[in-house]
C-alpha cells in the first residue's frame, strides 16, 4: 500500500518560515499561545515535535486548512511520561483554520529550547508489501508475526505518513480500531534527509549506508533509544481526535 516519506530541509537553508508549512520541530506556526500545551507531570510548556497540515490522500483531517499539532515535554527526559498517550505529558490536536494566527508562535515563559527544526518541501510517495486486507494484522501481534517475513520488513522505520506502523515493541498499546482510531503517522527520533544540506549545517552528518534511501541523518526528538511515535486519528464527526504515543527498542 502507499505510503509518504517525508522531503525536508533544514530551517538553517530555507531561513525564516513566511507561510503555513509541515514541519518537525522548531516552534510552532499559527497556533494560539492559548491552545500552547503543559505537561500534566510537571506543569512546564512542551515542546513542537511535528505540525502536518490537511491532504485527502497523506494526512486526512476532513477539511482543507486543518492542521495537526503533536507535542511532547522535554523537560528533565525520562520523568514526565511522554511515551504514554493518556499521561498528559503530549499532546495531539487539530486546529481549524480559522483559528490559526499569522506568523511563528512565540514560546511561553519556561519553554525548553527547540528541537532542531526542519520543513517538509515535499513528499515522496512510496508503496510497501502491504496489501488491504492484511492491514488488521498489523494492530495483533499474533496475527502480524505469522505475515510472510518479505511483507513484515518491507514497513519502513522512518518517519512516515499513511501505510501501517512499525512496531518497536507491542501492537498492543495502540488505540482501538474497533473504537474509531485510524493510524496516520509514525514519528522516527532521527530526521532523515532525502538529499544533502546546500549550506553547512553542524548538526546533520552523512549517511554512508543510506539507510532507506537517506543520504543525510541528524538527531531528532527524544523517544528513548532510538525510538518512533505513533500518531493516531479518530474522527468525530467535527476536529478529529488526536493520541501520541511512542516506543523503544
Known amino acids: 500500500m502507499d505510503y509518504f516519506v517525508p522531503d525536508i530541509r533544514c530551517a538553517e537553508e530555507l531561513g525564516t518560515q513566511t507561510a503555513i508549512q509541515d514541519k518537525f520541530g522548531g516552534l510552532p506556526w499559527g497556533l494560539p499561545n492559548s491552545r500552547w500545551p503543559l505537561c500534566k507531570d510537571c506543569g ?13 490522500d497523506r494526512m486526512n483531517l476532513g477539511r482543507d486548512g486543518r492542521v495537526l499539532f503533536i507535542f511532547q515535554c522535554a523537560h528533565d527526559p525520562g520523568l514526565c ?3 504514554d498517550g493518556h499521561s498528559g505529558a503530549n499532546a495531539c490536536f487539530v486546529c481549524e483554520p480559522e483559528d490559526l494566527m499569522e506568523g511563528t508562535t512565540s514560546a511561553p ?21 502491504v496489501s488491504a486486507d492484511v492491514v488488521p494484522a498489523f494492530f495483533d501481534e499474533r496475527r502480524m508475526n505469522a505475515l510472510p517475513d518479505a511483507v513484515r520488513e518491507s514497513v519502513t522505520f522512518s518517519t512516515r505518513a499513511g501505510g501501517v506502523p512499525q512496531w518497536k515493541q507491542s501492537p498492543a498499546e495502540a488505540p482501538n480500531r474497533s473504537a474509531g482510531w485510524r493510524f496516520a503517522a509514525q514519528l522516527d527520533s532521527s530526521y532523515s534527509f532525502l538529499r544533502a544540506p546546500t549550506v553547512p549545517v553542524d548538526w546533520v552528518s552523512i549517511d554512508d549506508e543510506g539507510y532507506e534511501g537517506r543520504t543525510h541523518i541528524a538527531q531528532g526528538p527524544n523517544f528513548g533509544d532510538g525510538g518512533l511515535a505513533y500518531v493516531f486519528l479518530r474522527d468525530t464527526g467535527n476536529l478529529p481526535e488526536g493520541f501520541v504515543f511512542w516506543q523503544c527498542g
Open 81 to 83: 511520561a511522554t511515551w
Open 44 to 56: 512546564k510548556p512542551q515542546s513542537l515535535l511535528a505540525q502536518l497540515g490537511h491532504d485527502r
Open 109 to 129: 515563559r519556561d519553554s525548553n529550547l527547540p528541537d532542531h527544526e526542519v520543513r517538509v518541501v515535499g513528499w515522496e510517495r512510496r508503496m510497501d508489501l
